[in-house]
């Protein structure tokens, strides 16, 4: 069950950044274990199920990210990642659909909706989608711009591929989407309080996650 984590989370990540190194790591693998691995397995495990419960005919998949980076791709950097990920992805996401998130790392943490298409046809997809309907998908955005402490992210086009509106071209106009909160290690971090609090926040997003999820789908 997942309890919070404490302040020697940061911590670890915080060292791990000073000394990503084999002989270090493996000396405070243990730490890394207690400190960060445990609770933030339990936190998934914690948050799949809530969202289970309260999606019973969703059937939703985990991926958790691992501390080892890939060898073939260090580009000069350490063997151990600074930060841990998990997704929680909705029935029928695939490889390329949208997918919830929690992020984590020495000073900060983090978890929205991310809709990472890796080519442009996806989320060319998603325009079509969009631009077929934009009155429903601006009353889906305007009720999420309620979410206090969340904000739109996203690599922009140079040239904008369309213009619908103030509201819905920041959404139409990004070569990738998440739509997330980024916090600083705080109480809620600390509290099993968490899991609640971030699952209430997916069911605000999951009417745009599904949206999302019906262009993928046309898109196939």
Do not use: Q
């Not at 948050?47 to 985990?62: A, K, T």
């Not at 213009?163 to 916090?183: A, Q, V």
């Amino acid at each position: 069950m997942f309890t919070g984590f404490t302040k020697a989370a940061g911590e670890f990540f915080w060292e791990l950044a000073f000394h990503n190194e084999r002989p270090w790591f493996s000396e405070h693998k243990a730490e890394f274990e207690r400190v960060v691995n445990e609770p933030f397995k339990a936190l998934a495990h914690d948050l799949y199920e809530e969202m289970s419960r309260r999606f019973p005919d969703e059937d939703f998949s985990v991926h958790i990210s691992r501390i080892y980076r890939d060898a073939r791709r260090l580009f000069g950097r350490g063997p151990y990642k600074d930060h841990l990920w998990f997704t929680l992805t909705p029935t029928g996401g695939g490889d390329y659909g949208p997918a919830f998130w929690f992020e984590i790392g020495a000073a900060e943490y983090s978890y929205g909706l991310g809709f990472w298409a890796p080519g442009a046809s996806t989320m060319d997809a998603l325009r079509r989608a969009i631009a077929a309907n934009p009155a429903a998908f601006e009353r889906l955005v305007t009720d999420l711009a309620l979410m206090r402490g969340f904000a739109l992210h996203g690599e922009e086009y140079r040239r904008p591929k369309g213009d619908l509106g103030e509201i819905i071209n920041p959404w139409y106009n990004r070569k990738y989407l998440d739509f997330g909160t980024r916090r600083d290690h705080d109480a809620l971090l600390y509290s099993g309080e968490l899991v609640g609090a971030m699952a209430k926040d997916f069911e605000m997003l999951m009417p745009l996650c599904r949206f999302m999820r019906a262009a993928v789908r046309a898109a196939v």
